[in-house]
């Protein structure tokens, strides 16, 4: 039975899924032989430098380009008078975030710049060097504007309004109320409330966002190598902003360095590229310092939460009640919006929980600091700090341990599928058996006595836990359904060369995390060859079949089922000439290790580079009515759910030195339940650096701004980051549940280290401090928060 | 902008003499000049470690060193370092165990790494942990890259791992 088969395919003989091969790419990047976009040189080739506003509001009264114009090298200078014959605006608003606002953002400031940082004027020289010396050279006249920097009074009435065509400096609300709160906490046992506040912080890409525009007037295309996640996206909007046929822009994307959300927006200063080398009909090449990155990537975070939980005397979570504010800084961002992050904290919060009692407000408001917007983990990191810090608290008012209060509070293990009380489906979660895994995996039992033993002798150690769901796999629900142009669908075409082996082309990209490898994997797997024997192409809009890329954990899921089902086809394919050469039923054969074999008894027949031969050279040879089709096409959106929610459980032990403040990390476990697991060490390292990006928000990363809109701290000298000497070992196993929505079963992976680690750190950090009465929910936990919550200065 | 200046040096073993302008970069100059692009650019001010390389022996950062600092000296950069095989062993070891995942960092780290354990042929995993604290990754979380240069270090040991 093929069929039966092909039901549990993730069982052919010499599957492929489940293993942990290797990354076919990797040895190419550990010799220096990526290509990443700083790395393409192309004939006439410009390079593109901004004058960038000083100030974080200001009007803008003249620009005097004479002397940079003057300067050797210079090709040419523009302002946003120059390139309205070049560009459209646009508005990063989506339909079904329902009152979401912005304000027109141009390529370059249009008479005011609304952040320090955005560009103003554009210099083209044939070198970065020079294009800076005459940025130097450039004369702008500003008069400063007051900057609303602070979130918090960015809506009282006497502060200036950003953008006064939009009435308010209020770009989008939610509102969320659910069950009866008020009852359930007029009728609950304890009552626990905190006020969270969580970082503004960046990505960091080791690789700055970079850009090089080719525009070819002759055939009208624009050529956009990009470092980028999801190529046909940047495909749609270059096209529509620049006024272009959208057929004729080809986006390639060959080595991205990092991108965790950095580089799936829309930003000003590539936009402007594009746009001249439309102008100036040559290739602009435009890669951001690390300045500019700090100033004009899009940050995440900087939400200011209020939020009280309810219990029963049983320790079951009966209520949330919570009010959320973000600044945005001073446009929601296009075309992901910056509406996203606080609909899913408000979403999320308390997500592993039965309460039925659930109220919201979130807000997100304007202001004049750097654009917010969707980075690795969007509100999950924020949505499950806040509910496991209530829990924690929770559980310490009700003198219960938290694994505990954890473990009675989750929704019924026969509940699921389960409905949300704001709305969100769940398939199915693990939540019981990952806790007991992780509790099982760290002894957690052995740590509490080692704790309270050394808290004896003046050592001060803490575990903290958080368990939380994971928004992977979207469905057109994420951001088709408001208008934005961005697939969630993903397709692969996968084909049989004389040779014998398979390329695979696939609409989702790779940004490092192994993308490249799962597809060989999957592909190998439903084909039936070795995985060697499978090429993976990504990244190019004219080669691959239409995609979403890289966002929202999706790749392995979306574009994963794609392959597979690619590949199953294709195999029928190959079975159905193999039965006609070899004259047997296509159902009595299989492929395995690149070779036609019987099923019955895996008897060789012929290898797969023989029927290459036989179809792509004799078809002379080949019965009358038979044409092979030795390429095959799928493609798949999840449609049975919007989203295929993960779940995990996270811990971390920490030692808090309470004489300088200094925390140190000492180990931290995951339970992760992403689904089928393709290949256990990819996954691992996804989680791994996922929790170090969630330590280094939570302990370290902080976009600080003075009370005029002006960044503190641009370098990576004065933005700390996680290194290698403080971070910990991470031990990671899993609980698997695959998605019955897709015959791969697979769900993401990508966000989940991120999602848990803030909120597990903070927990362990408040752990250790309970001796001292001290508390913290302030990120990052720096040591001068940490002494001062003790009293100590 | 100020006369170029000769400067003569060698990079990955082979004699290269060059006009260059006082400010620019060794990182610049190897990139955009010999079109070396294995030695990556990450922030310019001497911290993310993207592009550390070897200059007469010691692991420096290429963007904090100019072009004309470097006359006479020997520049060794990861294609180098690769086409001489020294690295090879730790190299695989990364591929591996996944010590990578974008590979920005990865030729930086595989130089300091490398040099680590010439001064330092067993080193404990804090010891690593340490001496690797000047390259950022941010794919990893680091414990993979700290397993394979450990591991690399004790096959060169003749230790089992």
Known sequence: MTDRRAMTVLDRPNSYIGRSVPRPNAARLAQGRGTYVDDIVLPRMVHLAFCRSPYAHAEILSIDTAAAAALPGVVRIVTMADLKDYCTPWVGILDHLKGIKSAPQWPLANGKAFFQGEPVVAVVATSRAL????????????????????????????????????????????????????????????????????????GVTLEPRSIVCDFNPAEETLTLHMSVQCPHMSKNLYAKHLGLDEDRVRVICKDVGGSFGIKIHTYSDEMTAGALSVMLRRPVKFVADRLESFTTDIHARDHRVTAKMAFNAEGEVTAIDMDDLTGIGPYSVYPRSSGIELNQVANLTGGPYKHRNYRVRARAVFQNKGVMCQYRGVGHPIAVAVGEALIDKGAAALGMDPAEVRRRSFIADDAYPYTSPSGAIYERQSHRESLAKLLQTMDYEGLRREQQELRGRGVHRGIGFASLIEVTNPSPAFYGVGGARIASQDGCTIRLDPTGGITCATGVTEQGQGTEAIIAQIAATAVGVEPRHVRVITGDTDVVPYGGGTWASRGAGIGGEAALQAGKELRRNILAVAGAILQSTPESLDIRDGVIVDESDGTERMPLAELGRLVYFRGDTLPPDLQPELVATRHYTSRSYPFAFTNAAHACYIEVDVETGLLKLLKYWVVEDCGTVINPLLVAEQTRGGVVQGLGAALYEECLYSPEGQLLNGSLADYLLPMAGEMPDIVVEHVTTPTETSELGAKGVGEAGTAGAPGAVMNALNDALRPFGARLAHMPFTPDKILRALGKI | MVKPVIVNLTVNGEPVSRAVEPRLTLADFLRDDLGLKGTHVGCEHGVCGACTLRLDGVAVRGCLTLAVQCEGAAVETIEGVTERGVLKDLQDEFVARNALQCGFCTPGMLISAGELLERNPLPSREEIREQLSGNYCRCTGYQSIVDAVETTARKRSGQNT
Do not use: K, Q, W
């Open chain 1, 131 to 202: 294009a800076e010396d005459a940025v130097d050279l450039v004369e702008i006249d500003y008069r400063e504007l007051p900057a609303v920097a602070d979130m918090e009074t960015a809506l009282d009435p006497d502060t200036p309004v950003i953008h006064p065509e939009l009435g308010d400096n209020l770009c989008f609300e939610r509102r969320i109320d659910a069950g009866d709160v008020e009852a359930a906490f007029a009728e609950a046992a304890v009552v626990v409330e905190e006020t969270l506040h969580f970082n503004r912080h960046t």
